[in-house]
């Protein structure tokens, strides 16, 4: 999600925070670049973003962004909290989006999911159960150290249905987790994560 926190702005500069990283660079050619050729207004970037910096931005009054980039669970709470500025749609008329993507304080920038990649010449893991039975697929694996990715995975490894998943068991979801803590996982940065996986670790 993209909401966009009060803030002053010199004119011709537009001030937006993102994750930076692939995600970064795409969006400058996408819209960044063009926007500054239509219009002639800059468009300068903080990265990487993160809820407690826009949470202390707020607080302080210093807030020298106009738009900051957050997932969907920290939108929420961000909405919550007071931190972000309803949007004015009659004003942004934006072209054709997805109705989902339109929110109160907010817009959707981008879809993603989270995948499984195994190691070249290793038999392929089809299911997230697969992913948890080290007898028929032995070595070690990696979940992102976010518990909104591992939980709902934990819940599929232990065999719930995807229409089960939510709401959480959170209980059952940690479970499953210290059961296979032990004997084949870690948990591990997204960045990491994907070295790992790239580099045949």
């Not at 997805?98 to 392929?124: D, H, I, L, Q």
């Not at 979801?173 to 296979?180: G, T």
């Amino acid at each position: 999600m993209h909401p966009t926190p009060a803030a002053s702005e010199p004119a011709k500069k537009y001030i937006a925070g993102d994750s930076g990283g692939a995600s970064h660079d795409a969006a400058v050619e996408a819209f960044s670049k063009p926007f500054t050729e239509r219009t002639g207004i800059q468009v300068e970037y903080i990265s990487p973003t993160s809820f407690g910096k826009l949470r202390a931005m707020v607080e302080s009054g210093n807030v020298p962004v106009s738009l900051w980039d957050l997932n969907g669970r920290t939108y929420e709470q961000a909405v919550s909290l007071g931190l972000l500025e309803k949007l004015n749609w009659d004003q942004i008329n934006p072209l054709p989006m997805f109705p989902e993507m339109r929110r109160e304080y907010g817009f959707g920038m981008s879809y993603f999911s989270t995948g499984m990649a195994w190691k070249k010449g290793t038999v392929p893991i089809e299911t997230w159960e697969d992913f948890w039975n080290v007898n028929k697929f032995p070595g070690k694996r990696c979940l992102a150290d976010r518990p909104d990715y591992v939980l709902p995975i934990a819940l599929l490894a232990d065999g719930v249905p995807l229409n089960k998943v939510y709401p959480l068991d959170v209980d059952r979801a940690f479970r499953s987790l210290d059961m296979n803590r032990a004997r084949c996982l870690r948990l591990v940065d997204v960045g990491s994560a994907a070295y790992g996986a790239a580099s045949g670790q």
